[in-house]
Structure formats: C-alpha cells, structure tokens
C-alpha cells in the first residue's frame, strides 16, 4: 500500500475516531528513533496526541496522551478508522 503523501499532518490539527467518538489534538512531531537516543539517517517522524472525551476521562480505553507514527497516522485517516480535520 502506498503512502497516502496528500494528508498532510500539523501541529493544532484534530483527529475523531469514528468508532469511538474520542478526539484528539495533534501537539508535536518528533523524531522516534532521536527520542531513543539513536541517530541515523532516516527518522521515524511520530506525533504526540492528546486524547479528550468521556472514555479517555474516565480511563476506560487508552491513555490521555499517545503517540502514533507519521505514516500510520495518515494510514488511519486515509482508510477512514481517522477522521482528520486541518
């Protein structure tokens, strides 16, 4: 499956999982591997999330905050699990 490179991703952005309703913010891009303490050529761009909603308050599902890669993220939202909004 090629990557869908028209979703481009930015901080302040929202995502809404469509099952569950829950939204989140998009809070920052970081490199995975830097964050490890390892250096090489290609980064794994992540993106810290902040979670709201009734089954994040209540601590039922996942936690608060999340982290998702860069081109799963996109994954998600080009094959609709992930509603997106700029």
């Known amino acids: ?22 939204s989140g913010i998009l809070i920052m891009r970081f490199d995975v591997m830097a964050a490890l303490g390892t ?3 290609r980064p794994v761009w992540a993106w810290d999330i902040l979670w709201a909603g009734s089954a994040v308050m209540t601590g039922s599902q996942s936690p608060r905050r999340s982290a998702y890669t860069e081109e799963g993220l ?3 939202i080009f094959e609709g699990v992930f509603s997106h909004i700029k």
């Open 39 to 41: 250096v090489t050529d």
């Open 74 to 76: 996109q994954h998600l």
């Open 1 to 22: 499956m090629s990557l869908p490179r028209h979703i481009v991703l930015s901080s302040g952005d929202v995502v809404i999982d469509v099952m569950t309703s829950e």
